[in-house]
C-alpha cells in the first residue's frame, strides 16, 4: 500500500483488479471454476484433470504419454501424474510401446469406459453453473474471445 509522508493511504492505491483488469478477470473466473469442477469431480472419484485423460482417450483410446500431454497442453510430469494416479484406480493400464520401448501407451480399462457418464455428468454440471447468467450468443461470444486470447498468449 502505498502512503503518503503523514502515513495515510493515497487515494490513487491501484489494485490488481483495477490495474490488470484482463488477467485478473481471467485469474478470478478460472479459480471459481477450477473450484467448483474439483468438487464436482471428487465427487465423480477423480482429481481435477484427470477427467482430461480420460474424455481425450475416450475419444480415442490406446496414445502416448506424449501424445495426451500434445493434445491437452499439459506438460509431461502433470500427464504422468495423472496417468499414474489412473492407473492406480483401475482407470487405465500403461505398457510400453511394441515399435519404440521409450514410449509409454496409455489405455483405457473397462472401468475406465464405464466411468465415462459420471464425468460427461460432472462437466454438464460444470457447464450449466458455469453459464447459467449468459444467453447463447453471450456462449459464443465468450468462446471466441477465449480462443482469441489463448492463441495470443500461445504466440
Same mark, same amino acid.
Given at each position: 500500500?502505498?502512503?503518503?509522508?503523514?502515513?495515510? *493511504?493515497? +487515494?490513487?492505491?491501484?489494485?490488481?483488479?483495477?490495474?490488470?483488469?484482463?488477467?485478473?478477470?481471467?485469474?478470478?473466473?478460472?479459480?471459481?471454476?477450477?473450484?467448483?469442477?474439483?468438487?464436482?469431480?471428487?465427487?465423480?472419484?477423480?482429481?481435477?484433470?484427470? %477427467?482430461?485423460?480420460?474424455? $481425450?482417450?475416450?475419444?480415442? +483410446?490406446? $496414445?502416448?504419454?506424449?501424445?495426451? =500431454?500434445? =493434445?491437452?497442453?499439459? +506438460?509431461?510430469?502433470?500427464?504422468?501424474?495423472?496417468?499414474?494416479?489412473? /492407473?492406480? #484406480?483401475?482407470?487405465?493400464?500403461?505398457?510400453?510401446?511394441? %515399435?519404440?520401448?521409450?514410449?509409454?501407451?496409455?489405455?483405457?480399462?473397462? #472401468?475406465?469406459?464405464?466411468?465415462?457418464?459420471?464425468?460427461? %455428468? *460432472?462437466?454438464?454440471?460444470?457447464?450449466?453453473?458455469?453459464?447459467?447468467?449468459?444467453?447463447?450468443? /453471450?456462449?459464443?461470444?465468450?468462446?471466441?474471445? #477465449?480462443?482469441?486470447?489463448? #492463441?495470443?498468449?500461445?504466440?
Amino acid at each position: 500500500m502505498k502512503k503518503n509522508n503523514n502515513n495515510e *493511504a493515497m +487515494d490513487n492505491e491501484i489494485s490488481a483488479v483495477t490495474q490488470f483488469p484482463v488477467s485478473f478477470s481471467i485469474f478470478s473466473m478460472a479459480r471459481s471454476h477450477h473450484k467448483i469442477a474439483g468438487q464436482l469431480l471428487r465427487e465423480a472419484g477423480l482429481y481435477p484433470g484427470q %477427467e482430461l485423460v480420460l474424455m $481425450q482417450l475416450w475419444h480415442q +483410446d490406446s $496414445q502416448s504419454q506424449n501424445s495426451l =500431454s500434445r =493434445s491437452l497442453r499439459l +506438460d509431461h510430469s502433470t500427464i504422468a501424474k495423472s496417468v499414474r494416479r489412473l /492407473e492406480e #484406480a483401475g482407470l487405465v493400464t500403461c505398457s510400453r510401446s511394441q %515399435e519404440d520401448k521409450r514410449v509409454t501407451i496409455v489405455s483405457l480399462t473397462q #472401468a475406465g469406459r464405464e466411468f465415462e457418464p459420471k464425468v460427461i %455428468e *460432472a462437466w454438464s454440471k460444470l457447464e450449466e453453473i458455469t453459464t447459467q447468467v449468459l444467453n447463447d450468443e /453471450e456462449k459464443m461470444q465468450f468462446v471466441a474471445l #477465449a480462443q482469441k486470447i489463448a #492463441a495470443s498468449l500461445e504466440a
